[in-house]
C-alpha cells in the first residue's frame, strides 16, 4: 500500500506531460485547468507522434466514473442552456469512436431528451449504413455510421419525438485541427442539410488558423456552428518533433522489449457474473439510443451494480472497471451505480481498452504508465492485432471488473494470452461482465418485381460490339443532365448535389490533344497488352474456368471488354462481360447485382475497373457488396433508388462467401496498393483515361438521381450517338489487341511470378494522400486524387486547383502538361511521390475562384 501512496503523492505535484515536453520541447498551454485535463504521451504514428492523455475521458487514465460521467453530463447541460429546452429536446447527438463514444453518450444524457448515436469501426450484418467519414490523424480511421432508424440522421419525427431535429450536436473528446468533425458535417450536411450544428469536446486545442477556418465553414455551408468545450489552449510544436518523437519511441521500445509486455499471466481467478442486463436497452450507440432506452436502463443498473458488488470478494478495496474499446457507456454507468452501491467502503475507477499503441514509461511525468497487451478478441473487420490496457498494471487494483459485449465473449478473451489473463496476474480477483450485443432486426423485403430491367447492348447503346458488353444500366440520353464544370463544382463542394447527379460536359479534344492520345496510344500499346494479359491470366488461374467479368462503368469497360479479348484469343474462352454502376458515398447497383444474381452464379463474378487511385471505391465496393449480402442478397430490400451502400469510408472486408459475391476487383494498375489481382503496380499513362466517353463506346459516366432512378432501376448513363465521327474506342482495342502475340511470353512469366508472391493489398496510396491533404491545406481526402487517370479526370471533369507531378516522371504526364496548360493550372514539380502524379480539386471552391476566362487562379 506505501508504495501506492507514493505513486499517488508524486502524481499530484508532476505533471503528467512533463517527460515528453522536457525530450521533445512540446509546450501546452491554456487555462488553469489544462494541465489537470490532459498529460502527454508517445505514439508509434506516422501521422502524430504525440498524444494528448485526457484524465477525465475514461480511456487510458483510470479515473473515478462520476468524474468521468459529470465531465460529459456537464457539457450536455451547457448544450441545453445553449439551445433552449425545446430545441435541445429535438437535436440528434452523435459522438466519435472510439475514445469518444462514452463522452458522447454522456452528453446525451446531459441534453436530457435527445437521441444519441456513435460511429463504430464494425461493420454489422443487416444494418444499412447511413455514412461514414476518415480520421486523418486516427490509429484506425475509418468510420461508419449504422443507425438502426434511418430517420435518426435526417432528424425526421420519429428520431425526434414528434418534430423535425433543427440541430446536430457532434461530439470528440479534443477538437484539435477540427478536420474530423468538418468533414462529417460536411458529408451529413450535403444529404441532410440543417440550420445548427455544436460541436463539443473536452478540450479545444486549435491553431489560431484552424478557428478561422471554423467561422470560414459556418458561412460556406450557410449553418450556424456553436463550440462547447471545458477548457481550451494550444500545443506548440517544435521543428522536427515528428521525426524526434518517433525516435524517441523506438529507442525506449528497444529499451524495454522483453519486459513489462510479456509478464507472465497471474493466477487470479476469473468469475462470471450475470448482469441481467434489460433486453430492450442496447449495448451502447452504435444503432442508436433514445431516451426510452435511457429510462430503462437507469431503472435496471442499481440492481445490475448489486449484482457485480456480490460478486466481490468481501476484502476489496479498489476495483477497476475496464470497459472494451467502443464499448465505454454501459461500463461508465456501470461504474457509477457501483460507486453508489459500495459507498466509502471501496474506491471505484474506470477505464477501457483500446487499439491505439502508446509507448509506456514507467515515470510520474508521463501519462501512460503501463501497459497490457493482448489479441483482440471481438473478430475485427480489419482482421487480428494487439489490443491495450493502459495505467492497469502496478495500479495496487484488488478487483477487475471486465465489461464486453458478447460479440467480444470469444475464445481469444479467454485464451493464455487474452485479456483476462493479463489482468490476472495484476489483481487479485478478476470479474467478467457480458452486456448482450445488440442486433437490429434486418427490414423485411416484401416484394421482388416481376420483370428485371435487361442489359442495353450496342449498336444501341454503346458503339462496342453487342457482344463485348451488356450495359446495366437505363439508357438517359434523351434527358438534360450536363452542367458547366464550375456549376457543378460549387454544388459538390457546397453539398447542394452529389456528383453522379449530374454529368459534365464532354470535354472534346483539340487536334493537339488527339495527335498526343494516337501518340501515347502507339507507344503504351504493347505495355498495355502485357497488363491486360497478365491479370486476365491471375483471374482464369484463381477464379476460373469461367469467370463472368463485371467492369465498373465506365473507366473499367475498356479493361473488361479488353480481357475478354484476351480469354478468347489465348484460350478460345467466351466470357460473359456486364457493365456495373457504382457511386462514391452511395454504394453500388443493388438492382443490377440482383439480375447478376439471377443469370450467373454470384461466386464467378469477377469485378474490373481501370486502375486504383487511392482505394475509394475498392473500399465503397467491399462495403457495398457486405450491405447487399446482409440484406438478403437477391432476395433481399435494394434499398433506396436501387443501391446498396453508402460506404464511402469502410474499410475492406474480405470476400463474402462461397454462395455471394466477392468484393475484391481486378485492375489494370494497381500503383495505389489497393487490390490483390493486377496487371501491374506501375502508375504509367493507360490512353483509355485520356478521353471520356469516345473511348469508352460513347458512354457518359453514370448517374443516380431520385428522380430518374427508382428503387427497381437500373441506374442510368447516356450514349452520346451524336460523337460518332470522334469515337476512338475500336482504335484503342485494336491497337491493344494486335500486341498479344508479341507479350505472350513476358505474360506468362509475369502471371508465375505474381501467383507465387505476397499480393497482400499495402495501402501505401491512401497513407499518402491522406499526407498531401494534409501539407497542403485541403484536410478532404476526396479532393486528392492520385495517379495518370485520377489527374487525367480532375483536368477533364472538375475544377483542379494544382498538379502535383513527380520530378523525372517524363512521357507518360505529356498529356497531363498539356491539359494544365491549356485550363491554366500550375504544375509542380516534387519528389517522393509514389504516383507519377496527383490531381488536386480546387479546396473550398466558388465560382468566384476562377478567372473571368474560367481557369483556375494559380495560387488561390
Given at each position: 500500500?506505501?508504495?501506492?501512496?507514493?505513486?499517488?503523492?508524486?502524481?499530484?505535484?508532476?505533471?503528467s506531460?512533463?517527460?515528453?515536453?522536457?525530450r521533445?520541447?512540446?509546450?501546452?498551454?491554456?487555462?488553469?485547468?489544462?494541465?489537470?485535463l490532459?498529460?502527454?504521451a508517445?505514439?508509434?504514428?506516422?501521422?502524430?507522434?504525440?498524444?494528448?492523455?485526457?484524465?477525465?475521458?475514461?480511456?487510458h487514465?483510470?479515473?473515478?466514473?462520476?468524474?468521468?460521467?459529470?465531465?460529459?453530463?456537464?457539457?450536455?447541460?451547457?448544450?441545453?442552456?445553449?439551445?433552449?429546452?425545446d430545441?435541445?429536446?429535438?437535436?440528434v447527438?452523435?459522438?466519435?469512436?472510439?475514445?469518444?463514444?462514452?463522452?458522447?453518450?454522456?452528453?446525451?444524457?446531459?441534453?436530457?431528451d435527445?437521441?444519441?448515436?456513435?460511429s463504430?469501426?464494425?461493420p454489422v450484418?443487416?444494418?444499412?449504413?447511413?455514412?461514414?467519414?476518415?480520421?486523418?490523424?486516427?490509429?484506425?480511421?475509418?468510420?461508419?455510421?449504422?443507425?438502426?432508424?434511418?430517420?435518426?440522421?435526417?432528424?425526421g419525427?420519429?428520431?425526434?419525438?414528434?418534430?423535425?431535429?433543427?440541430?446536430?450536436?457532434?461530439?470528440?473528446?479534443e477538437f484539435?485541427?477540427?478536420?474530423t468533425?468538418?468533414?462529417?458535417?460536411?458529408a451529413?450536411h450535403?444529404?441532410h442539410?440543417?440550420?445548427?450544428?455544436?460541436i463539443?469536446a473536452?478540450?479545444?486545442?486549435?491553431?489560431?488558423?484552424?478557428?478561422?477556418?471554423?467561422?470560414?465553414?459556418?458561412?460556406?455551408?450557410?449553418?450556424?456552428?456553436?463550440?462547447?468545450?471545458?477548457?481550451s489552449?494550444?500545443?506548440?510544436?517544435?521543428?522536427?518533433v515528428?521525426?524526434?518523437g518517433?525516435?524517441?519511441?523506438?529507442?525506449?521500445?528497444?529499451?524495454?522489449?522483453?519486459?513489462a509486455?510479456?509478464?507472465?499471466?497471474?493466477?487470479?481467478?476469473?468469475?462470471?457474473?450475470?448482469?441481467?442486463w434489460p433486453a430492450?436497452?442496447?449495448?451502447?450507440?452504435?444503432?442508436?439510443f433514445?431516451?426510452?432506452?435511457?429510462?430503462?436502463?437507469?431503472?435496471?443498473l442499481?440492481?445490475?451494480?448489486?449484482?457485480?458488488?456480490g460478486?466481490l470478494?468481501?476484502?476489496?478495496?479498489r476495483?477497476?472497471?475496464?470497459?472494451?474499446?467502443?464499448?465505454?457507456?454501459?461500463?461508465?454507468?456501470?461504474?457509477?451505480a457501483?460507486?453508489?452501491?459500495?459507498?466509502?467502503?471501496?474506491?471505484?475507477?474506470?477505464?477501457?481498452?483500446?487499439?491505439?499503441?502508446?509507448?509506456?514509461?514507467?515515470?510520474?511525468?508521463?501519462?501512460?504508465?503501463?501497459?497490457?497487451?493482448?489479441?483482440?478478441?471481438d473478430?475485427p473487420?480489419d482482421?487480428?492485432?494487439?489490443r491495450?490496457?493502459?495505467?492497469?498494471?502496478g495500479?495496487?487494483?484488488?478487483?477487475?471488473?471486465?465489461?464486453?459485449?458478447?460479440?467480444?465473449?470469444?475464445?481469444?478473451?479467454?485464451?493464455?494470452?487474452?485479456?483476462?489473463?493479463?489482468l490476472?496476474?495484476?489483481?487479485?480477483?478478476?470479474?467478467?461482465?457480458?452486456?448482450?450485443?445488440?442486433?437490429?432486426l434486418?427490414v423485411?423485403?416484401?416484394?421482388?418485381?416481376?420483370?428485371?430491367?435487361?442489359?442495353?447492348?450496342?449498336?444501341?447503346f454503346?458503339?462496342?460490339?453487342?457482344?463485348?458488353?451488356g450495359?446495366l444500366?437505363q439508357?438517359?440520353s434523351?434527358?438534360?443532365?450536363?452542367?458547366?464544370?464550375?456549376?457543378?463544382?460549387?454544388?459538390?463542394?457546397?453539398?447542394?448535389a452529389?456528383?453522379?447527379e449530374?454529368?459534365?460536359?464532354?470535354?472534346?479534344?483539340?487536334?493537339?490533344?488527339?495527335?498526343?492520345?494516337?501518340?501515347?496510344?502507339?507507344?503504351?500499346?504493347?505495355r498495355?497488352?502485357r497488363?491486360?494479359?497478365?491479370?486476365?491470366?491471375?483471374?482464369?488461374?484463381?477464379?476460373?474456368?469461367r469467370?463472368?467479368?463485371?467492369?465498373?462503368?465506365r473507366a473499367g469497360?475498356?479493361?473488361?471488354?479488353?480481357?475478354?479479348?484476351w480469354?478468347?484469343?489465348?484460350h478460345?474462352?467466351?466470357?460473359?462481360?456486364?457493365?456495373?454502376?457504382?457511386?462514391?458515398?452511395?454504394?453500388?447497383?443493388?438492382?443490377?447485382?440482383?439480375?447478376?444474381?439471377?443469370?450467373?452464379?454470384?461466386a464467378?463474378?469477377?469485378?474490373?475497373?481501370?486502375?486504383?487511385?487511392?482505394?475509394?471505391?475498392?473500399?465503397?465496393?467491399?462495403?457495398?457488396?457486405e450491405?447487399?449480402?446482409a440484406?438478403?442478397?437477391?432476395?433481399?430490400?435494394?434499398g433506396p433508388?436501387?443501391?446498396?451502400?453508402?460506404?464511402?469510408?469502410?474499410?475492406?472486408?474480405?470476400?463474402?462467401?462461397?454462395?455471394?459475391?466477392?468484393?475484391?476487383?481486378a485492375?489494370?494498375?494497381?500503383?495505389?496498393?489497393?487490390?490483390?489481382?493486377?496487371?501491374?503496380?506501375?502508375d504509367?499513362?493507360?490512353?483509355s483515361?485520356?478521353?471520356?466517353?469516345?473511348?469508352?463506346g460513347?458512354?457518359?459516366?453514370?448517374?443516380?438521381?431520385?428522380?430518374?432512378?427508382?428503387?427497381?432501376?437500373?441506374?442510368?448513363?447516356?450514349?452520346?450517338?451524336?460523337?460518332?465521327?470522334?469515337?476512338?474506342?475500336?482504335?484503342?482495342?485494336?491497337?491493344?489487341?494486335?500486341?498479344?502475340d508479341?507479350?505472350?511470353?513476358q505474360?506468362?512469366?509475369?502471371?508465375?511470378?505474381?501467383?507465387?508472391?505476397?499480393?497482400?493489398?499495402?495501402w501505401?496510396?491512401?497513407?499518402?494522400?491522406?499526407?498531401?491533404?494534409?501539407?497542403?491545406?485541403?484536410h478532404?481526402?476526396n479532393?486528392?486524387?492520385?495517379?495518370?487517370?485520377?489527374?487525367?479526370?480532375?483536368?477533364?471533369?472538375?475544377v483542379?486547383?494544382?498538379?502535383?507531378?513527380?520530378?523525372?516522371?517524363?512521357a507518360?504526364?505529356?498529356?497531363?502538361r498539356?491539359l494544365?496548360?491549356?485550363?491554366?493550372?500550375p504544375?509542380?514539380?516534387?519528389?517522393d511521390?509514389?504516383?507519377?502524379?496527383?490531381g488536386?480539386i480546387?479546396?473550398?471552391?466558388?465560382?468566384?475562384?476562377?478567372?473571368?476566362?474560367?481557369?483556375?487562379?494559380?495560387?488561390?
Amino acid at each position: 500500500m506505501s508504495g501506492r501512496v507514493r505513486r499517488e503523492e508524486a502524481v499530484d505535484v508532476v505533471w503528467s506531460g512533463d517527460w515528453v515536453a522536457e525530450r521533445l520541447g512540446v509546450a501546452l498551454e491554456g487555462d488553469g485547468e489544462l494541465q489537470e485535463l490532459l498529460g502527454l504521451a508517445l505514439r508509434r504514428n506516422p501521422k502524430r507522434a504525440h498524444l494528448l492523455v485526457s484524465n477525465v475521458l475514461g480511456k487510458h487514465v483510470p479515473q473515478k466514473p462520476s468524474v468521468v460521467y459529470g465531465a460529459g453530463y456537464g457539457l450536455g447541460e451547457r448544450v441545453r442552456a445553449l439551445l433552449g429546452a425545446d430545441d435541445a429536446r429535438r437535436a440528434v447527438v452523435l459522438g466519435y469512436a472510439e475514445t469518444a463514444t462514452g463522452l458522447g453518450h454522456a452528453v446525451a444524457d446531459g441534453l436530457r431528451d435527445a437521441p444519441y448515436l456513435h460511429s463504430t469501426r464494425r461493420p454489422v450484418a443487416g444494418v444499412a449504413q447511413a455514412g461514414g467519414f476518415e480520421e486523418a490523424h486516427s490509429h484506425a480511421t475509418s468510420h461508419l455510421l449504422l443507425p438502426e432508424d434511418p430517420e435518426l440522421l435526417g432528424g425526421g419525427a420519429e428520431a425526434s419525438g414528434g418534430a423535425e431535429a433543427s440541430t446536430l450536436v457532434l461530439v470528440d473528446d479534443e477538437f484539435s485541427t477540427g478536420n474530423t468533425v468538418l468533414n462529417t458535417i460536411r458529408a451529413l450536411h450535403a444529404s441532410h442539410p440543417r440550420e445548427r450544428y455544436v460541436i463539443v469536446a473536452l478540450v479545444d486545442m486549435r491553431s489560431a488558423g484552424d478557428r478561422d477556418r471554423l467561422t470560414a465553414f459556418a458561412a460556406e455551408i450557410g449553418a450556424r456552428v456553436d463550440l462547447v468545450t471545458r477548457s481550451s489552449g494550444t500545443v506548440t510544436l517544435p521543428e522536427g518533433v515528428l521525426e524526434r518523437g518517433q525516435a524517441l519511441v523506438a529507442a525506449q521500445e528497444a529499451e524495454q522489449a522483453g519486459r513489462a509486455d510479456e509478464a507472465v499471466a497471474g493466477v487470479a481467478p476469473v468469475t462470471r457474473v450475470a448482469l441481467d442486463w434489460p433486453a430492450e436497452v442496447p449495448d451502447g450507440g452504435r444503432h442508436g439510443f433514445t431516451p426510452a432506452h435511457r429510462a430503462a436502463l437507469e431503472a435496471a443498473l442499481p440492481g445490475m451494480a448489486e449484482r457485480i458488488a456480490g460478486a466481490l470478494d468481501s476484502d476489496v478495496r479498489r476495483v477497476l472497471v475496464l470497459g472494451f474499446e467502443e464499448l465505454m457507456y454501459a461500463p461508465l454507468r456501470l461504474g457509477t451505480a457501483l460507486e453508489a452501491v459500495l459507498g466509502a467502503d471501496a474506491e471505484v475507477r474506470y477505464s477501457t481498452t483500446t487499439r491505439s499503441p502508446v509507448l509506456a514509461v514507467d515515470d510520474p511525468g508521463y501519462a501512460i504508465r503501463t501497459r497490457l497487451v493482448f489479441p483482440a478478441h471481438d473478430d475485427p473487420a480489419d482482421g487480428p492485432g494487439d489490443r491495450y490496457a493502459y495505467n492497469v498494471a502496478g495500479a495496487g487494483l484488488d478487483a477487475v471488473v471486465a465489461v464486453v459485449d458478447s460479440t467480444a465473449d470469444t475464445p481469444e478473451l479467454h485464451a493464455p494470452d487474452g485479456l483476462l489473463a493479463r489482468l490476472a496476474a495484476h489483481t487479485g480477483q478478476v470479474l467478467l461482465a457480458v452486456v448482450p450485443s445488440y442486433a437490429p432486426l434486418p427490414v423485411p423485403h416484401t416484394q421482388e418485381p416481376a420483370v428485371l430491367p435487361e442489359p442495353l447492348r450496342g449498336p444501341d447503346f454503346s458503339s462496342y460490339a453487342p457482344e463485348d458488353v451488356g450495359w446495366l444500366l437505363q439508357d438517359l440520353s434523351h434527358t438534360e443532365l450536363e452542367a458547366p464544370t464550375e456549376e457543378r463544382e460549387e454544388a459538390i463542394q457546397s453539398g447542394g448535389a452529389h456528383y453522379a447527379e449530374s454529368l459534365p460536359v464532354e470535354y472534346q479534344p483539340s487536334a493537339e490533344y488527339q495527335a498526343l492520345f494516337t501518340a501515347a496510344l502507339d507507344a503504351s500499346a504493347a505495355r498495355i497488352a502485357r497488363a491486360v494479359g497478365t491479370v486476365t491470366e491471375t483471374v482464369l488461374a484463381e477464379r476460373g474456368p469461367r469467370p463472368v467479368l463485371v467492369s465498373l462503368a465506365r473507366a473499367g469497360t475498356p479493361v473488361g471488354v479488353l480481357m475478354r479479348h484476351w480469354a478468347r484469343h489465348r484460350h478460345g474462352l467466351d466470357l460473359p462481360h456486364y457493365a456495373i454502376s457504382i457511386v462514391r458515398g452511395r454504394g453500388i447497383d443493388a438492382t443490377a447485382l440482383r439480375w447478376l444474381a439471377a443469370h450467373h452464379d454470384p461466386a464467378d463474378v469477377v469485378f474490373v475497373d481501370g486502375w486504383t487511385g487511392k482505394g475509394a471505391i475498392t473500399r465503397e465496393l467491399a462495403a457495398a457488396i457486405e450491405e447487399f449480402e446482409a440484406s438478403g442478397g437477391p432476395g433481399g430490400s435494394a434499398g433506396p433508388a436501387g443501391f446498396a451502400g453508402p460506404a464511402d469510408s469502410a474499410g475492406p472486408v474480405g470476400s463474402s462467401g462461397p454462395a455471394g459475391f466477392n468484393p475484391e476487383i481486378a485492375v489494370l494498375a494497381d500503383p495505389g496498393g489497393c487490390v490483390r489481382t493486377y496487371g501491374t503496380r506501375e502508375d504509367f499513362l493507360i490512353p483509355s483515361a485520356c478521353l471520356n466517353s469516345t473511348v469508352s463506346g460513347l458512354i457518359s459516366r453514370t448517374v443516380l438521381r431520385a428522380d430518374l432512378v427508382g428503387p427497381d432501376d437500373f441506374h442510368g448513363a447516356k450514349f452520346y450517338r451524336e460523337l460518332a465521327g470522334s469515337d476512338v474506342s475500336g482504335d484503342f482495342l485494336a491497337a491493344v489487341t494486335a500486341r498479344f502475340d508479341e507479350v505472350a511470353d513476358q505474360v506468362d512469366a509475369e502471371t508465375k511470378e505474381l501467383l507465387a508472391a505476397d499480393r497482400a493489398p499495402t495501402w501505401e496510396g491512401w497513407a499518402a494522400v491522406e499526407r498531401i491533404s494534409e501539407e497542403y491545406g485541403i484536410h478532404d481526402v476526396n479532393l486528392v486524387k492520385p495517379g495518370v487517370g485520377e489527374t487525367t479526370r480532375v483536368l477533364l471533369r472538375r475544377v483542379p486547383w494544382k498538379i502535383l507531378a513527380k520530378r523525372g516522371a517524363g512521357a507518360d504526364l505529356t498529356h497531363i502538361r498539356l491539359l494544365a496548360e491549356q485550363r491554366g493550372v500550375p504544375v509542380e514539380e516534387v519528389d517522393d511521390l509514389p504516383y507519377s502524379c496527383v490531381g488536386l480539386i480546387h479546396p473550398r471552391f466558388t465560382r468566384g475562384a476562377t478567372g473571368a476566362d474560367g481557369k483556375a487562379v494559380q495560387g488561390a
